[in-house]
DNA sequence: ACTTGACCTCGAGTAAGCTTTAGGATTTAT
DNA sequence: ATAAATCCTAAAGCTTACTCGAGGTCAAGT
């Protein structure tokens, strides 16, 4: 199966003008194109992309991923580097949601006060933000 | 106990430049300034700076970061509003996570293949990309 | 007193990742 | 056969979040 850039981009849920700005910054070197100049999409364009896409949501600039998709299209002598890009991605994912989680009890703990101000009525500003609580977010100690 | 931007710019591990800026945009309303226009950061300062850290690193745009701080500096009655905002970003987060999840379960499935492409010694391009892998990252099933 | 360092504003510059526009060619449906 | 839909390139524009530089004021140490 083919498809036009028009399909693919509904099938991503990504705009025809995001897939042509990948294409400039060489994220689809692979995508083939009709004699007068259509990109043609394969089910492998497919998948490629969804490697992107899952790259992307992981916060990888475009620049390291084309990286990677220049080594997909040199071939298999490229497994190692490929290799090392994802163990690596999956370290800086397992930080990002450390920090997350961190982030996600803070935002916990000021939800609790917000709650709390609400039931006993309280009229101080920022009356939660005591002083050890800053220090956590500062120190990332949540 | 009172600080100058340069200390505040190191504790809070951000550039003066930064801490400027975000007070172009709105986000230091707070901070007082001495007769000479020099900013004067208070311990509170450094508490409201915390959460404007805090609700950063979730991923939250300055703009709306400064609707909260303009709410902690309009005083108790908007806290419901605030309240709403927490919980609000408490769900961001934890869809945030969930997705991380589902990537971070996506890269170990491509370590795996390298691995084992590495350990066999395969030649196909990109042959960890089956179909069924690429669905499932597309429609976020993993 | 005077030099050094820290602060100030304002405005321009940068980088990433799109998004839009203009102008034109090719398909597809009726 | 023709109108509408879809595609193309190239280039400009936009947004977010900084980052830098020029030109100047003020405070602290020697």
Known sequence: ???AIGEIAEKMNLSIHTLRYYDK?????????TENGRR???DRDIILLSTIECLK???MPLKDIR????WCVEG??????RYELVKNQKKVL?????QLQKMLNAINYKCEFYKQALETGSTELCESD????????VTGKF
């Open 76 to 81: 298999a002598e490229t497994i190692p580097q």
């Open 25 to 33: 910054e060489g994220l689809l070197l692979f995508v083939q194109r």
């Open 67 to 70: 990286q990677y998709v220049d």
């Open 94 to 98: 397992e930080d990002q949601m450390a």
């Open 57 to 59: 949501a992981t916060g």
């Open 40 to 42: 043609v999409f394969s």
């Open 1 to 3: 199966m083919t498809y």
């Open 130 to 137: 005591r002083k050890e609580w800053a220090e956590k977010v």
